[in-house]
DNA sequence: TTTCCCAAGCTTTTT
DNA sequence: GCTTGGGAAA
């Protein structure tokens, strides 16, 4: 066979070019250094808070001023929100040209490769997107198909199924490895599962369907098999940079390098103290494997903390020091002063509200805008006490990592309909459509879908077929809207419009108690609509960028005063605030009673406070009740987090609570005459 | 076959 | 508290 000899090309003098960015001037040298390195491969470990953001959006400048063109610079991050900062950063730096640059998660530049190229491994370009939950109602679809959820013993729930198939995707293992590994209980049914799995593929290859996870495989699939398509791609990305290194998992890192196989530049920025999703496969050995896959890597670190004063870093560090793997990082700062994070113990959670609400309304009036400020949790219910009294006292937030709009059932069902105009083959969106209508159950959905499917002309007739006439009525109200539809020119807002005038009896009927409530999200609904003018676009981003419900509802509020933040942990990765609250510390919760008897998993739950606390700039409380309400058996003591409780009085300042007035004498005595007390 | 009702089981973090 | 699954009536 011929030997191919690759030759290298020469980066270009950039000398000549006259740069309007003081890179040196503005970074320190180790930011410089990583901002301003040339081609190849880079990897740049960072800790928490050394301006890797801002590092990451010099050298996107950089690249753009000396000459490389921005769209053939793919940013990749790990939400939306993330790249749409950290472009709109570097586009202030650099006047408009880094708009131009591609940016987005690895799901989202999937998606664009895939509805360019998925016909090459047989999928049309139009394939609908499923959620999970979407997923998980498909996996019900077939698994009952298959007749596998009746038997003597329990077969797996549906979520459970497709988490476990989602496991196997993200860490590129098969069915077998991951039941024996992960769900042993389920040894019995190894074949079944593996048969499920090979069944809901086909399925949603003929549905024309992608879940989350496909995106991705996919199109590792379609590079694998097409190394055309794969040079085409990996052409034009003259510079892959990607962050969050340590959050990516196999999948991903395979990913990366099919993007730069054509350049082999690509720059890769992480920090493996802050890695939190291993859940969801993230590959933490990612990191120390890359000088393996890159073997003229060059590795660069930050180590100066900009973020936080001293005292934070004081207890961040000693946070970390309790993994049980050795992270040898020793975050300094140049801003010694300070106040020590608090430890306040409330006596239960309506105290802690009340504490958290009164201290953010002293900020506010020190002026530190409420957007400043932040409230995390380990979970998305964590929060809902505070929310009561944020929204007793007026107080705007937007809570990230909560319920998100499209979550909503009747959201959901409007979306289907549209899935249905986008994809006719969308089984998934057949299905929900056609449940909605009295008299249609799963049986006969099921019938109907299918000779829709099965019919290669126009699918929004109906023919005159002998339906039962149970049915028939709604069943043609629903062609006939969809074929108008189908066959008009209409705009985007139009159509949605329409589908609602259709949908609003049906949601009355289905949801009287509280429709006039659910009609409102139905118009925020259409609100976005308006914003986007291509369908296929506007259901991508409903089902890779959900909008959070609050988000909607603070800005309708008050346009003038940013909302306070309250999310969680995973929520706030990469973000930074002034001051910064974490609640519900407890034993159970922040370590998760989930992870307790894993000592990886309790590992990582303990990264999740060091990210938590490493968001703070310059005020850091950490909170939780002592007693804590449970469902049916009443009340019972709570414990502090264990990652909390052998931290030194001189790191971590313990505070009590005490009413105004009204506080006995004894109780005033009863606290800890040497704690800091706050009365309210 | 659909729909309604009741009991049982689970309950995190995200694209 | 909410979802899911099973059983029975219409």
Redesign the pocket.
Known sequence: MARRFVLKREETSQKAVELTIDYSGDLNPQQYAAATAGSGAHLVIAGAGTGKTRTLVYRVAYLVETGVSPDSILLLT????ASAEMLSRASVLLDGRCSLVRGG????FCLSVLRRHSERIGYPTNFTIL???DA?DVV?VVRTAAGL??GTK?FP????LY?LF?TAANRSLSIPEVVESRYPQFFDFIEDISNLSDRYAEYKRRHVLMD??DLMCQTIRLFDEHPDVRNAVSGQCRHVLVDEYQDTNRAQARLVEHFCSVYGNVTAVGDDAQS??A??GADSDNIFEFPDRYPDVRVLKLEQNYRSRQPILHLANKIITQATRRYDKVLFSDEKEGDLPALVAAPNDQFESRFVCQLIGQLREESVPLNRTAVLF????NSYQLEIELNRRNIPFVK??GVKLSEA?HVKDVIAHLKVLENPRDAAAWNRVL?L?????????QEIMEWVVSRDEDPFVLDDRPFSP?YVESLTALFAMLRSLFNATSSLENEVEQVLAYYEPILKSRYFEDYPKRLQDLEHFAGLAVQTSDRAEFLASL????IELTALEAEAADPDEPPLVL?????AKGLEFDTVFIIQALEGILP?S??LKDPD?LD?ELR?LYVAVTRAERNLFISYPMVQQR?FDGEYFARPSRFLEDIDESLLEPWSLVEEDAAPVEKQLAANNDRAQLPF
């Open positions: 790990f939400t939306r929100r998660t690895f799901h989202s959620d999970s939950s998980a019900d959820h009746k329990r729930r549906k979520k459970t988490s989602s989350y996870d939190v999703y859940f969801r380990r979970s998305g219910f990230y990592g059932a449940l209508l009295e008299g249609i159950g799963p049986k006969t959905a149970r089902a890779l960028d959900p999310s969680t942990i995973h929520s998760s989930y992870s998993a990582e999740l469902r």
